[in-house]
């Protein structure tokens, strides 16, 4: 008699036993063989994705701190430009005798005499006068004070004599006598040797 005709004949209590007995191994076995093991492997790879998560988090935070002070630095790096060009570590006095030319050239404006003066000290930058003779038309000495106000070193004019006027075939000739004074920053170590 074969397996198959034995549980044909058994009551069916007996049956119902046995099916239930067959169905609980066979779960227990899927679940100690596959479903125990993904599931573990599951919360493994779960804690794992909120770990990665949190570090995509904290990436993103340090990305954005990053691009924020890379931006500040570009204009930090812009402004210290404009500002060395305003106010320069060095005298650059050949610089600074040239645009004054420069702009005198531009107006039409004649340069008789230029003589520079001691340097001034101060605590964060140092004053370099230049003793100006200027020779031109009163619009042309004018127009060559509005181009120095607008170059990128700060220039300042100051003293402005002026001389009586001459006839000339162009009209009236002033000759006038200021003084032209740029900057340069002190360094602290220029600083220290001042004081000494």
Known sequence: MSVVEKFTKMPL???????TFFAVLVGAGFWFNFYSPVSEDLDRLEKKHKSLLKDLAQAEKTKKTYEA???????????????????PPNAEMASFLNNLNAQAELVGLEILAVKPLDEEPARYYARIPVQLKLRGSFHQISKFF?????????????DINLGDGEMDDSGIVLT?????????????????????
């Open 13 to 19: 209590a007996k049956k119902v036993f046995f099916l």
């Open 69 to 87: 002070d890379r931006q500040k630095h570009a204009e930090l790096s812009k402004s210290s430009s404009k500002q060395l060009q305003m106010l």
């Open 146 to 158: 509005y181009l120095v106000g607008n170059l990128k070193r700060i220039i300042n004019i100051e």
């Open 176 to 196: 006038a006598e200021v003084l032209a004074t740029t900057f340069r920053s002190v360094q602290p170590r220029d600083a220290k040797k001042g004081k000494k």
